[in-house]
C-alpha cells in the first residue's frame, strides 16, 4: 500500500476539525434555545390558566356545599375534592392562592417572579380591566 494513503487513513481527528463540529453544534443548539425557551414560557402560562381555571370550578363545587367558607387547595385536597396526585402548585412552584368574596371565587397565581400584585399574576376568572 503507498505510504500516503495509509498515513491518510489511519490519522486520527485533528483539534482543529473537533472545535469546528463543536462550534457547529453550538450554533444549532443555540438557535433551538432561542425558539425552544419562549415557547416553554408560553406554555407554561396557558397551563397555569387552564389549572386555574379547574381549580376555580373545583372551589365553587366545595363552596356550594359548605357554604361560604373559602377552601384553601390543601384543603381541597384533603376532603378529597380533587385527586391524590393534583399539584397544588402553579407551574413555577408556587402554591396557588383561592380568594373569596361573596359568591365570587378566583385562583390566584403569582406567575414567573413569584411575587404577588405584579403585571405578570393570573387570575381566574381573569380580572376586569379598570374602566378609564
Not at 3 to 27: N, Q
Not at 74 to 86: F, P
Not at 103 to 132: C, L, Q, R, Y
Request: charged share 25%.
Amino acid at each position: 500500500m503507498n505510504r500516503r494513503l495509509r498515513h491518510t487513513l489511519t490519522r486520527g481527528v485533528t483539534l482543529i476539525e473537533i472545535l469546528i463540529v463543536l462550534a457547529i453544534v453550538g450554533m444549532i443548539a443555540g438557535g433551538v434555545a432561542v425558539y425552544a425557551v419562549p415557547k416553554f414560557k408560553e406554555s407554561q402560562v396557558k397551563e397555569a390558566k387552564i389549572s386555574a381555571q379547574d381549580l376555580q370550578t373545583i372551589a365553587d363545587g366545595w363552596r356550594a356545599d359548605n357554604g361560604n367558607d373559602c377552601p384553601t387547595p390543601q384543603r381541597l385536597k384533603t376532603e378529597k375534592q380533587m385527586s391524590a396526585g393534583s399539584n397544588l402548585n402553579d407551574p413555577w412552584g408556587s402554591a396557588w392562592k383561592i380568594s373569596c368574596d361573596g359568591d365570587n371565587t378566583t385562583v390566584i397565581s403569582f406567575g414567573p417572579d413569584k411575587k404577588e400584585g405584579t403585571a405578570d399574576d393570573i387570575h381566574f376568572p381573569p380580572e376586569e380591566a379598570p374602566e378609564k
